[in-house]
């Protein structure tokens, strides 16, 4: 008959099943409430990720404002008739049509992230010819699918048409024509007018403009966001078009607006649409889209130049919504990179409880064998106890995920899951067959080394492949690093070729423990022939014991690598919190910095000298900050930040900041005929400015002015690609700097830059610092290394504990024999602690040491800098007294286990130690 037909399917005992079970309740409950907690955690973490994403994204298109705006422009249709300019009295809809074209143009994806549309139509900046100040004027319609923000007419009436006819031609040299504007409330008070007043004003050239008020008014509601696109249009806004003066705005209506492109030239009257992004729908799934629908937009957009009515696409979106991808990308690698080890060391433990759980059942599933047990019934009950117990932890961890975070994620569980079912039958089953095995040991001496050295290839062979694989985990992430190929078409999830570079670190203390295995024997054998050269019976006995038990690789892998991961991440949150404490300078430059509005910017000496005066002030910097300046090389147009500025001050600043210094600024000034041009220092990520190339500054209506790169640039700003040039040397070449950026350094520097009357964008470096402190990003990551950290520091622990426990029964035989030579129960724990203390002690010392290199080796690839805000990787921290108490911690877990097991020791006859084993 053939073989198969006498086959049959595993048979479980079942009540041989229900008694293991009833007997080591304890041990499986300790291993199921390993894997509930780690299934929690790394079933938690993905989803909270996922959602600190979403939320990251928000932050991000939040945090750059107006300039994630999406805008469309476009010329009007000319006005010229026969002998002059003709008023147009469909304008308004002409507006109308033009907003509800571009609406179509964005597509309904787009759409349905951007909020509704804001039409405005802005007039030149007017010159207030009345005052003893300097004031602006600017009217301005506003018009949204519902029409334009709701006012209340508190005087007068809504501005009207200047004529009865709709058509009307006026001459090109004609006298000014009058426009109707309405005044806010704050705006009228300040000029002192009221409804049939003219406000006296000019423009650039000095023609004066006919503008009537036909009425005051009181917005509806002040914060709407449209408002928001003309802040003159509520109240007087000082310092909009320089230091002193104040920009007042007028309300034109659907009536007026033809009146107000006949009452300026041609292309002084502007239209635009505004789509201003809705963070809360932006979700980190649909951000790559969007911003290549944005890009797709501006790529068709019409040129600038053209007088056509194309439709002219700008916005920031798409450069706010790449950031934010690569910020979440390097974070998901991050968090995958800590995940990785706590289930590596979850793994490891799980291992080392089912060898103690086997250790006692090893007596009973020999005699079950003895009974005639076969192992595939035996194997099929170790399973089915097993699985269970790992499919119910699991599913209760990822339920209580379910509860603490929005989702839950069950890839990173399954293996987990999968090491605790499979560990204990695996071991199992192993033990059943030695216990019954009928092979004898050879006699033969070559024989027996021939085993033996079959034992020591195979060790050999998985050493060399863990550490094969941790070399090319190491390379891979070193020239690859761990950012996915393409950042905007990711999912998400872990690619397959991130698998490798991720596990570097665990593969790293991987290779660190099974160094320390092939050291402690070596060591522990050389502590004993010391031993045996000296009169101390009680170092002799625990030198021998240490011996005995120094080649136990999975107590020892266990706790190097989890101590090693912990301090790792221990490590990662100090240079985290320093990384961004350095980016805010980076970002900031000083203590604060002021970006002038482009209208202001001449005024920007006179306001840096009234700022330096300021109580708390220590030093003040101008500069001349142009971000896409057009620089070309020989044969390529690149567009880095430009910053033209004194080179000594620049150098000072530096100098008394914790900015890291530029000892190159001094080749700027340096004396001696110039290297072909004004001296620049340059700097790029990508390479293609280099200390020695030629370049060229692109000026309007001027020959192009030469550079000469003699040096590395400092990062200005965090921007990558970086130009420096000095002041002094550039206006001598033809072209003098109009200072927009002024760096602020001391303690009164916040104060003095929040009112300087001035249009300009506050930037302070505590305000940097707390925001990106409370980025979801970034607190996610911390609370990950705190919590990783904690979980693997418990895990070592564990580890210990089960170590110890699992060579309780032998060492405790071992020392009750000792104690019938004479050994006091106190001479008994030393001993005992002479084997325990050991692979404690060179893991407390050497745990750390290798959390350390690991941290050296792999936190620049990890990209911190993409989170911290700094132009290069953050330099490591080491936390020494948080790596203490991880020594600490371990040494007292081994100092109270002797007492522990002592206690519990203490009933046990001395007769029945003696007879064990017979």
Known sequence: MKRWLTRRWPAPHWPSVRGRGRTDAGALLLTAAVIAAVTMLVGAAPALLRAAADSAVQDTVRRVGQTANVLVSAHWEGDDGMTGRVRMPQLAKDVDDFRARAAYALGPDLDAALRPPVAVVNGPILSITEGSTPRTFQFSYLAGDLGGPDVTWVAGSAPGAAVGDEFVEIPYDGPPWPVQIGLSEADAAALHLGPGDRIPVKDGKGRERDVRISGIYRPADSADPAWQLAPALLRPVPGADGVGTTRFGGLLSRDSLPDARLAVSEDQLRRTVHFAPEPDALTWETSAALARQVVKLKANSGASNDRDQSLKWESQLDTALRDARRQISAASAQAAVLLTGVLAATVLVLLLAADLLVRRRTPALGAARQRGVALPDLGAELVLESTVVSLSAGAVGLALARVAAPGVSWTWAVPVVLAGAVAGPAFGIRAAA???????????????????????????????????????????????????????????????????????????????????????????????????????????????????????????????????????????????????????????GADARLDVDADAAETTPALAERIAAAPGVRQVVVAQVTDSAPVFTESTLLTPRLVIVDTAAFQRLLATTPLPDAPALARLTAPGPRPGGVPALVRSSSGELRTGMRLKLRRDDAPAVQLAAVGTAPSVGGANDVVIVDAAALADAGLPAVPNTVWVTGPGAARAVSDTGVTADVVVRADVLRAQRVAPLTAGLLRLAWTAAAVLLALGLLGLTLAAAAGASQRWQTLTRLRTLGLRPRDVRWVAAGELLPPVVVTAVCGPLLGALLAHLTLGPLELRLLTGQAADPVPVLPWWLLGLVSVALLAAAAAVVPVEAALRRRDRLGEVLRAGE
């Open 434 to 588: 030695r216990a019954s095995r009928d092979r004898r040991q050879p006699a033969n001496p070559a024989a027996r080394r021939w085993i033996r050295a079959t034992g020591q290839l195979r060790r050999a062979a998985v050493e060399a492949a863990v550490l094969i694989a941790a070399t090319g985990a190491f390379v891979t992430l070193h020239q690859r690093g761990l950012l996915p190929v393409g950042s905007d078409g990711d999912t998400g999830e872990l690619a397959g070729d991130l698998i490798l570079p991720i596990s570097a670190l665990t593969l790293g203390a991987l290779v660190g423990a099974l160094v320390l295995l092939r050291l402690l024997p070596l060591g522990a054998r050389f502590a004993l022939r010391q031993a045996m050269r000296s009169r101390r019976p009680l170092a002799v006995f625990g030198a021998a014991q240490a011996a005995t038990t120094a080649g136990r690789a999975l107590p020892l892998l266990v706790l190097v690598s989890a101590t090693a991961l912990a301090s790792f991440a221990l490590i990662l949150g100090p240079t985290v919190s320093r990384g961004l404490t350095d980016g805010a300078w980076s970002t900031v």
